[in-house]
C-alpha cells in the first residue's frame, strides 16, 4: 500500500513533463490532483488548464468545510472572478508578474472561444515567461490532437512549442488524457515521465507501446501494457525512465483536497464545498480581466473581428484560385504541344526494309554514334543541353548551387536525364566548378546567343524568374519571406502571411519545394529566404 504522493510519484517526475492516461472512471484525475497537491506543498506556481470544470475543489479540504490551497479560480460556477474568452493575453501577464496559482475553468467556453482563449494564452506565457510553472493540461488532446482541424492547428503549435522548447523557460507540462491515441504524438513523445491508469483501448496501448519503446526490456514492458485493460480503479504504473529505470505498480493515496471531480450517485446531488476566497488579493486580475473584457467598437480604422475573419477567408479563397489557374495554365500548355506532336506529318514507312546491318564487334558503338554523357563529334550541344546552360548562363555572374540550377531549369536531379545533360556539358567543357557552385566558362559563352556573357539582371528580375521557376504556392511562400527580410518569419507566420494552413499537405509540400532548391534557411522554428536572394 502506498504511505504518500511523495511515494507514488517521484518529484524527479514531476520536474519533467509528466503524462497521466487512463479511460474515464479509472482514477486519473484524481491521481493528477494528487501530483498537483504535491506541487502546492512545494511551493510551486500551477496553473490548470481545466475544460471540465472539476479542478476547483483544490481551494476546500477533503471535507468540504474548512480551506484547501490558495489557489484562484477564474471562471465556471465556483470562479472567484468571470473568465472572459477574450483575456488569455492578459491573464498571460499576470501569471508572469505575479506567483499566485490559477485554476482557469473553460468549461463554459463554446469550442470557438476556447481556442480563442488558449492560443493567446499560451503564446503569451511561452513568450514572457522566465520562472518555474508548473502548467497543467487536463484533457490534452483537446487542445494537441492528433488529426487537427484547420481552427485547431495554432493551439496545437502554441502547446508544442511549451512542451517542446519550454524548458528552458521554466516550463513543466503535465498532461492529462483519457485517449493517449488521439493525443498528438509529437506531444506525448516529449513527455519525460509516465503514469498510466486502466486503459482497454488497444489503440491506447498501442500509443503508450510507442512512448516505450526503447526506454525499458521487453518483458518489462509488456508486463506493463498486458496489464492496463485490468488494472483496478486508483491503481497504475508509475515510470520515470531518467531516475527509475523500471516502471513500478503502485495504487495511488487518497487526495487530501475536496474530490469535486466524483460522479454522483444516482439521486445524489453533484459535489459542493465551501471555497471562499476571502484570503486571496484579486485586484490586479480584476482589472486585468474586466480590461480584456471590454470589446472595442467597430470603426473604419479599426474593422471587428468578423470583417477581419471574412477578409482572411476571401484572402485565402483567391489562393486557391491562383493556385487552380495555376494548373489549368500547365495543362492547357501541355495539351498544345500535343496538337503541335499530332499535327506534325509522319513520313511513310519503307515498303521494302533495308538489309539488316552487320553486328558489330563487341564493345563498339554504331556508325555516327557517340556515348550519350559525350556532346557530338562536331563540338555542339544539343537543345536539352544547351538549354540547361542557358539556364544557368541566366544568374551570371552569381554561382548558384546544383539544387538551385536545377530547381531553376524545372528538372529532377535524380533522373538519370539530369545526370546525363550535366555530364554532356562537363566533356564539352562549358562549365566552371567551385566548391558546391557552377558557372559558366568562356567556351560555354560562345555557344549561348550573342556569344558573351548576358547583362547581370535587377533584383527584380531575379525575383521574377524564381517566381516563375517555383510556381503557384511555393511563390507566394517566397514573396512572404522576401517581406519578412531578414527578420524572417515562424511557420505558422508564413501559414498566416500566405494564407495556408499550415497542417495541410500543401504547405508541407511547397516549404519542401523551397527547402530542395536550397533557398531556405532554417533554425528551430524560424525560416528566411538565403541571404543572396534577400538582398538580390
Given at each position: 500500500m502506498v504511505a504518500s504522493v511523495a511515494d507514488a510519484i517521484p518529484e524527479g517526475a514531476l520536474e519533467s513533463s509528466l503524462a497521466i492516461v487512463g479511460r474515464s472512471g479509472s482514477g486519473k484525475s484524481y491521481a493528477a490532483r494528487g501530483a498537483a497537491e504535491r506541487l502546492l506543498d512545494l511551493g510551486r506556481q500551477l496553473v490548470v488548464l481545466d475544460p471540465t470544470g472539476v479542478w476547483w475543489g483544490l481551494r476546500a479540504a477533503a471535507d468540504g468545510k474548512k480551506r484547501g490551497f490558495s489557489v484562484v479560480i477564474l471562471g465556471g460556477d465556483h470562479g472567484d472572478?468571470?473568465?472572459?474568452?477574450?483575456?488569455?493575453?492578459?491573464?498571460?501577464?499576470?501569471?508572469?508578474?505575479?506567483?499566485?496559482?490559477?485554476?482557469?475553468?473553460?468549461?463554459?467556453?463554446?469550442?470557438?472561444?476556447?481556442r480563442v482563449f488558449y492560443a493567446a494564452f499560451?503564446?503569451?506565457?511561452?513568450?514572457?515567461?522566465?520562472?518555474?510553472?508548473?502548467?497543467?493540461?487536463?484533457?490534452?488532446?483537446?487542445?494537441?490532437?492528433?488529426?487537427?482541424?484547420?481552427?485547431?492547428?495554432?493551439?496545437?503549435?502554441?502547446?508544442?512549442?511549451?512542451?517542446?522548447?519550454?524548458?528552458?523557460?521554466?516550463?513543466?507540462?503535465?498532461?492529462?488524457?483519457?485517449?493517449?491515441?488521439?493525443?498528438?504524438?509529437?506531444?506525448l513523445?516529449?513527455?519525460?515521465?509516465?503514469?498510466?491508469?486502466?486503459?482497454?483501448?488497444?489503440?491506447?496501448?498501442?500509443?503508450i507501446a510507442g512512448w516505450i519503446e526503447g526506454q525499458a526490456d521487453r518483458a518489462e514492458a509488456k508486463a506493463l501494457i498486458d496489464s492496463l485493460p485490468s488494472l483496478p480503479v486508483g491503481e497504475g504504473w508509475v515510470w520515470w525512465p531518467e531516475g527509475?529505470?523500471?516502471?513500478?505498480?503502485?495504487?495511488?493515496?487518497?487526495?487530501?483536497?475536496?474530490?469535486?471531480?466524483?460522479?454522483?450517485?444516482?439521486?445524489?446531488?453533484?459535489?459542493?464545498?465551501?471555497?471562499?476566497?476571502a484570503e486571496l488579493d484579486l485586484s490586479g486580475l480584476r482589472a486585468a480581466l474586466q480590461a480584456a473584457e471590454e470589446v472595442p467598437k467597430p470603426s473604419p480604422s479599426r474593422p471587428d473581428l468578423?470583417?477581419?475573419?471574412?477578409?482572411?477567408?476571401?484572402?485565402?479563397?483567391?489562393?486557391?484560385?491562383?493556385?487552380?489557374?495555376?494548373?489549368?495554365?500547365?495543362?492547357?500548355?501541355?495539351?498544345d504541344g500535343l496538337r503541335r506532336l499530332l499535327a506534325q506529318p509522319v513520313p511513310a514507312p519503307a515498303l521494302i526494309s533495308p538489309p539488316a546491318p552487320a553486328p558489330a564487334p563487341r564493345g563498339a558503338r554504331k556508325p555516327g554514334?557517340?556515348?550519350?554523357?559525350?556532346?557530338?563529334?562536331?563540338?555542339?550541344?544539343?537543345?536539352?543541353?544547351?538549354?540547361?546552360?542557358?539556364?544557368?548562363?541566366?544568374?551570371?555572374?552569381?554561382?548558384?548551387?546544383?539544387?538551385?540550377?536545377?530547381?531553376?531549369?524545372?528538372?529532377?536531379?535524380?533522373?538519370?536525364?539530369?545526370?546525363?545533360?550535366?555530364?554532356?556539358?562537363?566533356?564539352?567543357?562549358?562549365?566552371?566548378?567551385?566548391?558546391?557552385?557552377?558557372?559558366?566558362?568562356?567556351?560555354?559563352?560562345?555557344l549561348l546567343p550573342g556569344g558573351g556573357p548576358p547583362r547581370p539582371k535587377a533584383p527584380t528580375e531575379i525575383r521574377a524568374m524564381w517566381a516563375r521557376a517555383l510556381g503557384g504556392t511555393a511563390a507566394r511562400m517566397m514573396e512572404a519571406l522576401l517581406k519578412a527580410g531578414a527578420a524572417g518569419l515562424t511557420r505558422l507566420g508564413l501559414a498566416e502571411a500566405t494564407g495556408i494552413e499550415i497542417s495541410g499537405g500543401n504547405f508541407r509540400n511547397n516549404l519542401s519545394k523551397l527547402r530542395t532548391a536550397e533557398l531556405l534557411v532554417e533554425e528551430a522554428d524560424s525560416l528566411w529566404l538565403v541571404k543572396e536572394l534577400r538582398d538580390a
Open positions: 472572478l468571470p473568465l472572459p474568452h477574450t483575456a488569455g493575453d492578459a491573464l498571460a501577464r499576470q501569471v508572469v508578474q505575479g506567483s499566485l496559482s490559477l485554476v482557469l475553468d473553460t468549461s463554459g467556453f463554446t469550442m470557438g472561444q476556447r499560451l503564446e503569451r506565457l511561452y513568450a514572457d515567461n522566465r520562472q518555474v510553472l508548473h502548467l497543467v493540461v487536463d484533457e490534452a488532446d483537446e487542445l494537441a490532437p492528433q488529426n487537427p482541424q484547420p481552427d485547431q492547428t495554432v493551439v496545437l503549435h502554441r502547446l508544442d512549442q511549451i512542451v517542446r522548447r519550454g524548458r528552458v523557460k521554466g516550463f513543466r507540462v503535465m498532461l492529462i488524457t483519457q485517449r493517449p491515441a488521439v493525443l498528438n504524438k509529437n506531444v513523445s516529449q513527455a519525460g515521465a509516465l503514469l498510466a491508469l486502466k486503459l482497454p483501448s488497444p489503440q491506447d496501448r498501442k500509443a527509475d529505470r523500471a516502471p513500478r505498480r503502485v495504487r495511488f493515496p487518497r487526495i487530501r483536497t475536496f474530490d469535486s471531480g466524483r460522479t454522483p450517485a444516482p439521486g445524489e446531488a453533484a459535489p459542493a464545498a465551501r471555497v471562499s476566497g468578423t470583417a477581419a475573419a471574412a477578409s482572411r477567408q476571401v484572402q485565402d479563397l483567391e489562393a486557391r484560385v491562383r493556385e487552380l489557374q495555376a494548373i489549368v495554365d500547365w495543362q492547357e500548355a501541355t495539351l554514334t557517340h556515348a550519350p554523357d559525350a556532346p557530338p563529334a562536331d563540338g555542339s550541344l544539343r537543345r536539352p543541353a544547351l538549354r540547361l546552360l542557358e539556364v544557368l548562363a541566366s544568374r551570371h555572374p552569381a554561382r548558384i548551387t546544383e539544387p538551385q540550377w536545377a530547381a531553376l531549369a524545372g528538372l529532377r536531379r535524380s533522373g538519370g536525364n539530369w545526370r546525363n545533360l550535366v555530364s554532356q556539358l562537363r566533356v564539352a567543357g562549358v562549365l566552371t566548378e567551385e566548391g558546391r557552385t557552377f558557372g559558366v566558362s568562356s567556351a560555354g559563352f560562345a
